[in-house]
């Protein structure tokens, strides 16, 4: 069936390091990915999304590229901020408007 | 825009008890509803899907009749645990569509669900 797949955190970085969280996934067919972020106490909100092969979602620095050859959707950000902070999720759409997301890595930048 | 609630935030009911969650859209009509449920350093599992006036779909091995869906209006679904057992304490996630056919999801904050 349908899985996607993160790396496990978490991930410790410092403020204006290079972030990279890896994700896979496995589908039939060509399903929209996308990432969520879940910050303290909130609830999940949409980071960007793709919906094609070679499609690059951005927004707020982050960006991923909906690689078809590697089954990849890697969440890359150049300069990460103490803000940053947060667990990010990597989902895939599956039949019937559903979502099928990984365990989720949580993100600590420290100064 | 595209705000969804949920309440309460936190929820600490007795063994054998019922318990209601309240999911609502607040600033948008949500024609589909999803309820999830995520366990601590987990991943969130979708547990059924709420279309509004219709019953609701129930992913694989989730108990239909312990987990009650309402989808009474376009803007608030909810979730009644039945009979909770300490094994159903968890957070509990919901999200609503913004339209019918788009995939993006808008999410709640959650409840978190204690039971003693």
Redesign the interface.
């Known amino acids: 069936g349908d899985s996607?797949t993160q790396m496990e955190g978490p991930v410790t970085l410092s403020e204006e390091a290079f972030l990279t969280i890896n994700c896979t996934y496995t589908a039939t067919g060509y399903p929209?990915l996308?990432w969520?972020v879940q910050y303290p106490?909130?609830?999940?909100?949409?980071l960007l999304?793709a919906t094609k092969a070679d499609d690059k979602g951005s927004n707020k620095g982050f960006e991923a590229t909906y690689r078809k050859e590697t089954t990849s959707f890697h969440l890359e950000k150049g300069s990460v901020q103490v803000s940053d902070s947060a667990v990010y999720?990597c989902a895939q759409?599956g039949g019937?408007?559903?979502?099928?997301?990984?365990?989720?890595t949580q993100l600590k930048v420290e100064l | 825009g595209a705000v969804v609630s949920q309440h309460p935030s936190w929820v600490i009911c007795k063994s054998g008890t019922s318990v209601k969650i309240e999911c609502r859209s607040l600033d948008f009509q949500a024609t589909t509803m999803f309820w999830y449920r995520q366990f601590p350093k987990q991943s969130l599992m979708l547990m059924a899907t709420s279309n509004e006036g219709s019953k609701a779909t129930y992913e694989q091995g989730v108990e239909k009749d312990k987990f009650l869906i309402n989808h009474a209006s376009l803007t608030l679904s909810t979730l009644t645990v039945t009979s909770a057992h300490p094994e159903d304490s968890s957070f509990y996630i919901c999200s609503a569509n913004v339209q019918t056919g788009s995939y993006e999801q808008y999410f709640g904050p959650g409840t978190r669900l204690t039971v003693t």
């Open positions: 996607v929209s996308f969520y106490g909130e609830g999940l909100q949409l999304k999720f759409t019937g408007n559903k979502l099928t997301f990984g365990t989720g």
